[in-house]
T-cell receptor, first 113, second 116 residues
Framework: LAKTTQPISMDSYEGQEVNITCSHN???????ITWYQQFPSQGPRFIIQ???TKVTNEVASLFIPADRKSSTLSLPRVSLSDTAVYYC??????????????FGSGTRLQVQP | NAGVTQTPKFRVLKTGQSMTLLCAQD?????MYWYRQDPGMGLRLIHY???????AKGEVPDGYNVSRLKKQNFLLGLESAAPSQTSVYFC???????????????FGPGTRLTVL
């Protein structure tokens, strides 16, 4: 059973809002949910982080439902420079009770003019 | 303030050779991590450290060893390289925030390793 799941890819046009969801059914109690952006040949870069409800910063919003089993990264009015791979990162509880830090498989966002 | 740096940037090894990847951070972070990223794939945690002198296994630790002798450095060793270890290796660091597990990690630029 996958620890975290994300859509493989998404397409959008400039100026549109993009929502990317990550499912994490076994998120650990104290864990925050963090999203990263990665461009080719670079390391991931922090975008936003939250524990519950809604968090907003200058580049994105993060929506987390009450059960915290999923989270949605919202990018308002995307531009061509937002073309990248987006990852969620959470700590999940394994069957052994151990907390395992796990990146999602990544969502490749392609923004068209 | 350089953040997280990795040495070397590129390396080609023959099967059976050994090498050490160096990660250094100047942010005084407690936690450090080593990940590997295979082409078109996500990141998988190899080993991590929650403080100087401590290390722990991640998701894919086999074939790798690590050491954290100084707080600012985290070394990843391959004792006998195999073609399956061809990948891009990323180092990251973070600092704990209170009782919560925030894991806001700062990543290095990566080391591209090819094993022939």
């Amino acid at each position: 059973l996958a620890k975290t799941t994300q859509p493989i890819s998404m397409d959008s046009y400039e100026g549109q809002e993009v929502n990317i969801t990550c499912s994490h059914n076994n998120i650990a109690t104290n864990d925050y949910i963090t999203w990263y952006q990665q461009f080719p040949s670079q390391g991931p870069r922090f975008i936003i982080q939250g524990y519950k409800t809604k968090v907003t910063n200058e580049v994105a919003s993060l929506f987390i439902p009450a059960d915290r089993k999923s989270s949605t990264l919202s990018l308002p009015r995307v531009s061509l420079s937002d073309t990248a791979v987006y990852y969620c990162l959470v700590g999940v509880l394994e069957d052994t009770g151990r907390r395992a830090l796990t990146f999602g498989s990544g969502t490749r966002l392609q923004v068209q003019p | 303030n350089a953040g997280v740096t990795q040495t070397p940037k590129f390396r080609v090894l023959k099967t059976g050779q050994s090498m050490t990847l160096l990660c250094a951070q100047d942010m005084n972070h407690e936690y450090m991590y080593w990940y590997r990223q295979d082409p078109g794939m996500g990141l998988r945690l190899i080993h991590y450290s929650v403080g100087e002198g401590t290390t722990a296994k991640g998701e894919v630790p086999d074939g790798y060893n690590v050491s954290r002798l100084k707080k600012q450095n985290f070394l990843l060793g391959l004792e006998s390289a195999a073609p399956s270890q061809t990948s891009v290796y990323f180092c990251a660091s973070s600092t704990p925030y209170g009782l919560a597990d925030t894991d806001t990690q700062y990543f290095g630029p990566g080391t591209r390793l090819t094993v022939l």
